[in-house]
Every structure is written in C-alpha cells, then in structure tokens.
C-alpha cells in the first residue's frame, strides 16, 4: 500500500483544483453508522414506505419518518470529525481543494474546519428542517426540542405547518443547486478524490466518471471494491479516513524535502 499511498501523494502535490467525494464510508470512522448498510436503521424500516409522496399525505407516516430522523440525529449531534475529515481540511488550508461533494448528511467536514462555501451537500443535512408550508428553515435542535416535549410530528413555529428534515427523502429530487455545482466542480477538476463511497447511489455516483471523462486524475479510497473501480488510476481498499490521513502525511513530507 506504500507505493499507492506515494502515488497519490505525487497526484495531490502536481494537483491544484482537487475535488473530494465522500460517502457513508467517510462518516463510519466517526461512529455514525452507514444508515444503508446491514446494522443501518433502514434495516429496521422500509425506505420505500417512508417516501416523499406518502410522507406528504399521511400523518401517520410522518411519525414514523420523525421516529427514524430523531435516531439518526441523536447519532449525529454528538459524532466528530476523524482523520479523514481533517486531511481535507488541510488539503484546503494548502489551497488545493476546490471543494468537498459529499452525499453524508452529518455536517462533519464542516465541523473539521472546511468552509460551509466549499461543501456540496448532495442530499441534504441533518442539521436543518424545513417548513413544507411556508419555507421557514429552523436548526434542526429546534424540532428535536419539541420532540423531546412530546410532539411526535414538530410543526413550523410561524404557520403551523409541516416541518421535514432537510435531507433528500427517497422520491425527493437532490437539491438543483447543489447538483449543477458539483457537476460543473467535476468537469474542471484536475483531480477527484472518491473516499467512502460504493458508488451505487445514482445521480451522486456519476460525479466521479464526469471528472475522469473531462481528464482529471481519479482515486477511490473505499474499504471494498466499487463499480467505479475500473475507471480510477489509484483504488486502495481499506478505510478511507484513515488511508486520507497517511496520503497527507506524506504529502506534507514532500512539500518539506
């Protein structure tokens, strides 16, 4: 793995526009769990049930959907950053990173020191709600208060209508803001940096092929074989958090010799 680990050092040193894709696998590292994976809550619930459409239009959904929000929250609020979170900080305090295009919810590369301006949340945050009425926005600890007191469904503090957690629901397009940047992000890097992601969760998962269509460079850090493997230059299977970590170590020794 050394000799990977110092080409991707070479890449990242002759690299100055690098873009950062993370994934579920990012996050693992930090004890949030991968919410689709085989102890996810999603296990315990049926993500098809609990949809956009069906949320809008039945109360009792709504309940169920909070219930599961309130889990993942509670994971959420008290996680911190690892490793890997603070090697793309450094990669932006070295002002090479062009930005982060991550589909995790958790708020965690913002909380490692990487400029809120630099993330692109593809579905969304945690850390958010939204009035679905009126468009108020609230921190989310706003709604976990009122849960806490007894609301199974929080509702806007202005119109009494309802609030949804602002991450992407199944049936929720991503946020078109969001999406057009990091394609346009993609197509210009000089080199992207897939870490923690099986890339099977499409149209986040087509970042990666945008940028080595338009001629970047392409690592894959994930700690098992992806559908993107074929297309990398470098693919290292082991913890991404912590591989990014030794990458940036060795990147730093190079800058010093």
């Avoid at 009792?60 to 793309?88: C, D, M, S």
């Amino acid at each position: 793995m050394m000799e990977q680990i110092d080409i991707v050092a070479d890449m990242i040193v002759n690299s100055n526009r690098i873009v950062v894709f993370t994934g579920a696998g990012f996050s693992t590292e930090s004890d949030v769990p991968d919410f689709r994976g085989p102890q996810g809550v999603w296990q315990m619930f049926d993500p098809n049930e609990l949809n956009l459409q069906n949320f809008l239009r039945s109360e009792e959904i709504r309940e169920k959907y909070w219930q599961v929000h309130r889990l993942f929250w509670e994971t959420v609020r008290v996680a911190e950053p690892n490793a890997g979170h603070y090697a793309v900080t450094e990669l932006h305090n070295m002002g090479k990173l062009d930005c982060v295009i991550t589909q995790n919810t958790d708020g965690l590369q913002q909380k490692s020191g990487t400029p809120d301006e630099k993330v692109f949340e593809l579905h969304g945050t945690m850390h958010w709600v939204d009035c679905l009425d009126c468009g108020e926005r609230y921190p989310r600890e706003r709604a976990h208060e009122k849960m806490l007191a007894g609301d199974k469904v929080p509702r806007c503090d202005k119109c009494n209508g309802i609030l949804k957690p602002a991450t992407v629901a199944y049936g929720q397009s991503m946020p078109e803001r969001e999406t057009r940047e990091s394609e346009l992000r993609s197509a210009r890097c000089d080199m992207l940096l897939a870490a923690g992601s099986s890339m099977v969760v499409y149209p986040a998962a087509q970042m990666p092929l945008i940028a080595k269509r338009a001629g970047a460079k392409l690592v894959i850090l994930n700690l098992t074989s992806t559908p993107h493997d074929h297309h990398a230059d470098v693919v290292i299977n082991d913890m991404a958090g912590v591989v990014l970590s030794r990458i940036m170590t060795r990147v730093k020794e190079i800058l010093q010799a």
